[in-house]
């Protein structure tokens, strides 16, 4: 393995050089590799933040590392609410009331945000935690959502930068639905390069072939075998290693956190330079050979000087 984002690897041959002829090529014959992307990540997507605004007040979330669903993130934003004082309990049934709720919205293929107005402190009905957000006053708005231009969670969740709702309520629960298609996964297949592939019909031409995530759940394995034998164009030479990478669908870096894979390639060998150069010999010869077995065309009027009479055939 090759840097610390477990997705590169380099395979040293047992014998110290390992040679390819000319005409060779490489193909998958089977790739496993754990499913642990995370598709929030600071370091590599910087899309960890959360934020939101109360009577003018803005309040940051920063979301740690990891692989999160929809349900995943507003359980955890209402685990944040909880140790920081943002919620409240009905007493008529012991239910939680949170002020934020996230949830998917199938029929709009989007995510949505259900906000409702922040409960005052002296509401009869109600047990306030210690250190309420809201400990003075009588009315308290409904929060808003920011994304922000960058490091937010706009792309996940599908919304464009800016401020949802636009407008606040005192009294009403007000909601806002996604504006962009939601990308929940940043990578949605996986591109394998190798510096062995000389593949004309890609750029870059190191690209040996590619495979999607195929329905697996996070912490699976992804297996693929392909169907068939996908033969690229294999780069020629003497090699004492090679190297075999992961990217995502638009050649991304990616970053696994579980570096136990299974790479299996396959290398048709091509010709030697001798055997190429006796093939050709060997066709030059056939050709001379095709051309003194042809037997010899005789026309007419010289068959006439052969004991031929004028109009015999």
Known sequence: MVGSNNVNFQYVFTNGSFRIDEGSEICVSQIVIPYSFFNLNKGLYNNTTFQYKINGVTYTVVIPNGFYTVDNLNNYLETYFINNGLYCINNSNGNYVFFIYLYTNPTYYANQFIVSPVIPSSTAGYTFPSGYINTSGTTYATPQIIFPSSGGLNSILGYSAGTYPSTTSTTAQLNTIGNITPNLTPINSIVIRTNLANNDCASPSDILDTFSLNGTSFGSNIVYTPSYEKWINCSSGNFNNFYVYFCDQNLNTIQSNDPNVLISLLIRQGITKREKAQLALDKKNELD???????????????YGKGFSEGEE
Not at 289 to 302: R, Y
């Open 289 to 303: 050979v095709k051309k003194t077995d042809m037997p010899k065309i005789i026309f007419k009027d010289e068959a």
